[in-house]
């Protein structure tokens, strides 16, 4: 079992900046692909980033690439969102979720392909 708590929301304008961070208690996270996924009002869950635990490269939405970037600390069981050029479309509560020993066949932007998720974290952006 893997528990997962997210952290770093708040109130930010537009422009602005925030890092949030994913801390991973319970499991060796070193093996597990990590992802960020946030829920905006009103809207269904969908993908922001992923990081898969083999060195391989990065995903990101459409509409976070080149402002967002995803990261990992393995020694402290924490991965990192760091959001740059906020906007006021990106305000959501951002979820981040985990999957051990991932296979060949796994699709980082889907919901269904995580086994474990944090409770969340708010994220406005506006004046």
């Known amino acids: 079992q893997v528990q997962l708590v997210e952290s770093g929301g708040g109130l930010v304008q537009p422009g602005g900046s925030l890092r949030l961070s994913c801390v991973a208690s319970?499991?060796?996270?070193?093996?597990?692909?990590v992802g960020w996924f946030r829920q905006p009002p009103g809207k269904e869950r969908e993908f922001v980033a992923a990081?898969?635990?083999?060195?391989?490269?990065?995903y990101y939405a459409d509409s976070v690439e080149g402002r967002f970037t995803i990261s990992r600390d393995n020694a402290k069981n924490t991965v990192y969102l760091q959001m740059n050029s906020l906007k006021p479309e990106d305000t959501a509560v951002y979820y981040c979720?985990?999957?051990?020993?991932?296979?060949?066949?796994?699709?980082?932007?889907?919901?269904?392909?995580?086994?474990?998720w944090g409770q969340g974290t708010q994220v406005t952006v506006s004046l």
């Open positions: 319970g499991s060796i996270f070193d093996h597990y692909a």
């Open positions: 990081d898969p635990w083999n060195g391989g490269a990065t």
């Open positions: 979720a985990a999957k051990p020993r991932i296979s060949h066949s796994w699709m980082p932007s889907s919901i269904n392909a995580y086994d474990y």
